[in-house]
């Protein structure tokens, strides 16, 4: 077969592969919608994550450290921030309520510190109490190790469990060769603490030498969203992939979820980072984006405001600016939905106490997905 001809050949086998990826995964634009959107906070630069207080108001996150109480249509920095370090996409990041606030008054914040040895930083989770505008009785509860003076991949989400143990993620910081597999190393992990920052004696590496005795799972590149299952309870992550290969997984104990060994992604140069895109003793991602949407922020839809949604999984897409929502069967995603297109990078989404979802969009604020009548 001539050279010409050969090429000719591969390019449209390539062709239908690409397509039939891209119809496998493709995004849908509604036609109509179940809400209408309206603007609750304005003035946010990088609203990196937020949580609702008893008494209705909001805590807010800006990357910048900021640390925002919206109240009554009033923006007020709270005092007594820890010290963040800013570098790249490192800065003061999500802000979560212990399950029993309105008892303890416990509030949790992840942000990039300088706080440890070597230069640079590395993620770090506080807890604290809100007292006369400022956060009091602070105290940190786990900061990785290994400070860096890369800006890339800090994670970072949290969320409890039924059990009440905290859920935190940090990403590979950039050190995809060193940190994802490595034990003994922080970074490209999923972790599990007490409420006061104990290490539950059953983690999976308690007793291994030398491990870092609070992970519960390893082989993560930048998890960047945490929710917990409504029925099975169990922790769901989202984590950016590079050029492709973002992941929906279900975290499970002691688990390798495989980066960087295995990947449906490639380097952003367009080069391969491995041929394996699974392996013995590694786990399958529950669902893949190729093109990358970058996600951040993930909830479930628990509530009855928004028809047909109920069960769906939201996810936001930095890259795309949008918000996804995924149809669900069990574990597995059979649509996917386009929401709120053009509005900017979605930063954040949850749903509030009130059963509405809440948006938090770079450059913009929150917005409120208002049910239509």
């Known amino acids: 077969m001539k050279k010409s001809m050969l090429f000719i050949v591969l390019f449209v086998v390539m062709l239908n592969f690409s397509c039939a990826q891209d119809a496998e995964n493709k995004v849908i634009t509604p036609d109509s919608f179940p809400f209408t959107v309206e603007q609750l906070v304005d ?18 996150t800006e990357k910048s450290g900021d640390l925002i109480h919206f109240f009554d249509e009033k923006h007020t920095k709270i005092l007594n921030v820890p010290e963040i370090y800013q570098r790249g996409q490192g800065g003061l990041m999500d802000v979560i309520l212990h399950p029993d606030y309105e008892k303890n008054g416990w509030l949790y914040l992840s942000y990039a510190s300088s706080e440890g040895e070597g230069k640079g930083g590395n993620t770090a989770i506080m807890r604290a109490k809100l007292k006369d505008g400022a956060l009091t009785d602070r105290k940190v509860l786990y900061k990785g190790e290994g400070n860096t003076t ?51 004696q059953d983690n999976p590496f308690v007793g291994t030498d030398g491990a870092k005795t609070a992970i519960y799972s390893y082989g993560h590149r930048n998890p960047q969203g945490l929710a917990l299952h409504p029925e099975s309870g169990k922790v769901w992550d989202h984590e950016h992939g590079p050029r492709g290969g973002d992941e929906i997984n279900i975290i499970e104990k002691g688990v390798n979820y495989g ?43 628990t509530s009855d405001k928004y028809p047909g949604y109920k069960g769906s999984l939201l996810a936001g897409s930095l890259s ?38 809440y948006v938090a969009v770079e450059g913009k604020g929150i917005y409120k997905l208002v049910p239509k009548k």
């Open 320 to 357: 795309f600016q949008y918000l996804e929502r995924l149809v669900l069967e069990g574990n597995k995603v059979v649509k996917r939905e386009k929401l709120l297109g053009d509005l900017g990078r979605v930063r954040d989404v949850r749903q509030g106490p009130d059963g509405l979802i």
């Open 259 to 301: 980066w960087p060994v295995i990947t449906y992604g490639i380097n952003y140069s367009g080069t391969k980072i491995t041929d394996k895109t699974e392996m013995e003793g590694m786990a399958q991602p529950i669902y893949q984006w190729t093109p990358s949407i970058a996600p951040s922020g993930m909830a479930f839809v």
């Open 43 to 60: 003035e946010l630069q990088i609203p990196w994550g937020f949580a609702f207080l008893p008494d209705g108001s909001m805590l807010i």
């Open 150 to 200: 890369k800006g890339q991949h800090f994670g970072s989400r949290m969320v409890f469990d039924r059990d009440g143990y905290l859920f935190f993620s940090i990403g590979d910081r950039g050190n995809r060769d060193e940190n994802p597999q490595d034990l003994t190393r922080d970074g490209g992990k999923i972790y599990r603490i007490m409420d006061d920052g104990s290490i539950p």
